[in-house]
């Protein structure tokens, strides 16, 4: 009996100091006023609310220059991020008043948030060709702006997962896409998987595998408190929200 309460008290002691997940806003804090989504003032917000990163989104275009957004169509116009020029997408105004803004200009703005990781999606091209491409302008401009050993690589094109692995042999890569089992991550070298939380629901063992094999976990977009007590219980080790500051509170609790 003494040996069982022994176990017993280890075990609850070892799930009282287990990691807590790391808070990533989705696309920024944009949901806090005067922000928008990928925007310059979503980077800043979620660096003055403490979170862990923030996560954004990069495109080519078609003259191959580096801009911020989510969408490969802007709502509300023709313009396909990456079959445009970049003068005409870096013209649409957001929703807070900024411009869509470029690489270059997002970086800068990272430069002034220390405390904050980047997390930087690279998002799906016409051809592996171009998405190797992108990976290396990419590459380029973190170096120049020394940001390289802050940012976290994350795609839904395996091909840009790979592109971004043989240019940086210790980058943090996580793939998106969730159609692959965590073995098969591993094999590839990366450094988990970033999966919708639709699919950690019909996989909940992936969590476990994923770890087994020394990878990390993301969860996105979770956003309602039922669902972050959820995956903070299934030992995730990051989750991504549109609402950072619920998730914090949450987790203080």
Not at 51 to 69: H, I, P, Q
Not at 97 to 107: S, W
Not at 214 to 234: A, C, K, P, Y
Request: hydrophobic share 45%; glycine share 6%; charged share 25%.
């Amino acid at each position: 009996m003494k040996r069982l309460l022994a176990v017993s008290a280890a075990l609850l002691l070892a799930a009282g100091t287990a990691a807590q997940p790391k808070v990533i806003a989705h696309r920024g804090y944009w949901q806090h006023p005067g922000s928008a989504q990928n925007s310059l003032a979503s980077l800043a917000k979620a660096d003055s609310i403490g979170c862990y990163g923030s996560e954004f989104d990069v495109w080519m275009t078609a003259d191959k220059r580096l801009v911020v957004n989510h969408d490969r169509t802007y709502r509300g116009t023709d313009i396909r991020m990456d079959e445009a020029r970049a003068s005409l997408v870096t013209a649409i105004v957001l929703p807070n008043g900024e411009r869509i803004p470029t690489l270059d200009a997002y970086l800068a703005t990272a430069e002034k948030c220390p405390a904050t990781r980047l997390i930087l999606e690279i998002k799906s091209l016409s051809d592996p060709k171009r998405e190797a491409l992108c990976a290396k302008k990419i590459v380029r401009a973190l170096k120049r702006r020394g940001l390289l050993e802050r940012t976290d690589f994350i795609a839904f094109s395996f091909d840009a997962c790979l592109a971004v692995r043989a240019l940086l042999p210790e980058a943090r890569i996580y793939y998106l896409n969730g159609d692959l089992a965590p073995q098969r991550i591993a094999e590839a070298n990366l450094t988990g998987i970033d999966y919708w939380e639709g699919v950690l629901r019909e996989h909940p063992e992936w969590i476990a595998e994923a770890h087994a094999l020394g990878l990390e976990v993301n969860v996105w977009t979770v956003n309602d408190e039922q669902s972050m007590r959820h995956f903070i219980s299934q030992g995730v080790d990051y989750i991504t929200t549109d609402r950072p500051e619920q998730l914090q509170a949450l987790l203080e609790r």
